[in-house]
């Protein structure tokens, strides 16, 4: 079985500062991982993902994530946080081929940007 | 425009009322689901379709139902809704693997 953990229920970061949100993973095989971000009274809006190549991948909004095999991370990553970037985080995992339509989310990582 | 639209948004209803809550994608894609969203536990998967008249059990489906009868339409059907079915209730939609587009949202209240 898959499963995935954000250990920090809240993230609180000044503005301009970077910002980073961890996620931790576990799942048999290749993993692909996604970002999703949801704002307030918002469904979720996917972020970014890793299927595989590079371990550093690019997202909307200027964010980023860095895949870790040997540590099975997948942290959220940002260079200056923006006040707007306050939301409700999630970490996803699928594992690889058909079943990758199915995903495994964490429980969320709030982040709130102080001005 | 892309979209993934659930009615209704807001419902408020008393324990064994039957309900259903409506989902609907313009995206003609395969992959939709349904997931619960309840505070301190994330998103859990209710029911999936990977296709027209084919559903598959998620983590948490019981007391729930779901058809595929047409690829753009997935309803989720509460045949007596129980109080600890108060939650947020999101529909999804996917074309590539794991790029799922989310729904609004339903906020229902059982009492």
């Known amino acids: 079985a898959q499963s995935v953990a954000q250990p920090e229920d809240q993230v609180n970061v000044a503005e301009g500062n970077p910002l980073t949100v961890k996620c931790t993973y576990s799942v048999s095989g290749n993993p692909y991982l996604f970002w999703y971000v949801q704002y307030p009274n918002r469904g979720l809006q996917f972020l970014l993902k890793?299927?595989?190549?590079?371990?550093l991948v690019k997202g909307s909004y200027g964010f980023e994530a860095e895949f870790n095999k040997s540590q099975t991370s997948f942290h959220l990553k940002k260079p200056s946080a923006l006040v707007s970037d306050s939301a409700l985080y999630f970490c996803?995992?699928?594992?690889?081929?058909?079943?990758?339509?199915?995903?495994?989310f964490g429980k969320g990582t709030k982040l709130s940007v102080i001005p | 425009e892309a979209q993934v639209t659930q009615n209704p948004r807001y419902l408020i209803t008393v324990t064994g009322k039957k309900l259903t809550v409506t989902c609907s994608q313009n995206?003609?894609?395969?992959?939709m689901s349904w997931y619960r969203q309840d505070p301190g536990l994330g998103l859990r998967q209710i029911y999936y379709s990977m296709n027209v008249e084919v559903t598959d059990k998620g983590d948490v489906p019981e007391g729930y139902k779901v058809s595929r009868k047409e690829k753009r339409n997935f309803p989720l059907i509460l045949e007596s809704p129980s109080p600890n079915q108060t939650s947020l209730y999101f529909c999804?939609?996917?074309?590539?693997?794991?790029?799922?587009?989310f729904g609004p949202g339903t906020r229902l209240t059982v009492t």
């Open positions: 995206m003609n894609h395969e992959y």
């Open positions: 890793y299927i595989t190549g590079d371990n």
């Open positions: 996803a995992v699928g594992g690889s081929g058909a079943g990758s339509y199915q995903l495994t």
């Open positions: 999804a939609t996917g074309g590539v693997p794991g790029e799922q587009y």
